[in-house]
């Protein structure tokens, strides 16, 4: 599957995502994955930053509001729209464009910092991507992505919940068959009665590669990895959003943060 054919799948998500998760519907969006996303950012105060997949742009603008000086680009047009119209709303000097991930249009070591937000693992192409993220980065820049964790949502997985929606286990199965754009229909899982009805549920074109597959891509595209983390939803986060407890049986987040030069070693918890 080319890139624009996954494009215009997100095109098609787009309305419904950007009415659902600004209603606060992507609950393991906003209430674990981007908190543990910048809990492990180093300070990007007054550095210039990419975010690649930006979608409608609530994560650029809390890079934007740590003090970077921020572009987005997004492959769907719905998206970088709806971003520009909250930039318009109220501007924190970030600038968003319709851009292809996987080729982008700025010149080398334009950027002293990368990321990347869920999106990586909805590219086709992921080492393309990661060679343009290595190539727009500055020598000493780094790039942090967040991805489904390879391990843990394998193209099958069922979760298994008691009485009280608490997951307590997980089955597993197909990690080694790599996907090519398999389309997964799915809702916000918090989303429900009318909000379901009123819009149809997103559909994702699918890449699965394994740990070892991320591991090779992200050196043989020149990074050394600098950190790594797989963020848990904490007591108080499960006792609010009861479906966050898988996140406890299994991580399904991964994040790394990769340097093109490997001087720091992996970070000490
Ligand atoms: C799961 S959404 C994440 C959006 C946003 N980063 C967030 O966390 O809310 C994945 C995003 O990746 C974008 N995307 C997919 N392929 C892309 C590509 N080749 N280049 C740029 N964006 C792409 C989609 O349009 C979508 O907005």
Not at 179 to 184: K, M, N, R, S
Not at 252 to 262: D, E, N, V, W, Y
Request: aromatic content about 10%; charged content about 25%; some cysteine.
């Amino acid at each position: 599957m080319e890139s624009s054919e996954v494009g215009a799948y997100w095109e098609g998500n787009a309305s419904a995502w950007i009415e659902l998760s600004r209603a606060g519907y992507d609950i393991y969006r906003d209430a674990l994955n981007t908190p543990a996303f910048l809990a492990m950012l180093p300070d990007v105060d007054g550095l210039s930053g990419l975010d690649l997949g930006c979608g409608e742009g609530t994560n650029t603008r809390q890079l934007a509001q740590r003090g970077a000086r921020m572009i987005g680009v997004d492959i769907a047009p719905t998206f970088i729209s709806a971003a520009r119209a909250s930039e318009t709303a109220d501007p924190l000097g970030i600038a968003f464009q319709i851009e292809d991930a996987t080729d982008l249009s700025f010149p080398n070591d334009r950027f002293d910092f990368v990321t990347a937000f869920m999106s990586l693992m909805d590219m086709p192409d992921q080492s393309k991507a990661l060679v343009e993220a290595h190539r727009v980065l500055t020598p000493e820049g780094f790039l942090q992505f967040s991805i489904l964790h390879p391990c843990f949502i394998p193209p099958t997985r069922k979760t298994l919940r008691n009485a009280d929606g608490m997951a307590y286990a997980v089955e597993l199965s197909d990690y080694f068959r790599r996907t090519e754009g398999e389309v997964e229909t799915w809702h916000f899982s918090t989303a429900s009665g009318r909000k379901l009805d009123a819009h149809p549920p997103f559909k994702v074109p699918r890449f699965h590669r394994t740990l070892a597959d991320w591991i090779a891509m992200i050196g043989a595209a020149g990074f050394f990895l600098e950190a790594l983390e797989e963020p848990m939803a904490d007591d108080e986060t499960v006792r609010k959003y009861p479906k966050l407890s898988t996140t406890r049986v299994t991580p399904i987040f991964l994040h790394f943060r990769l340097r093109k030069r490997g001087t720091a070693p992996l970070h000490p918890r």
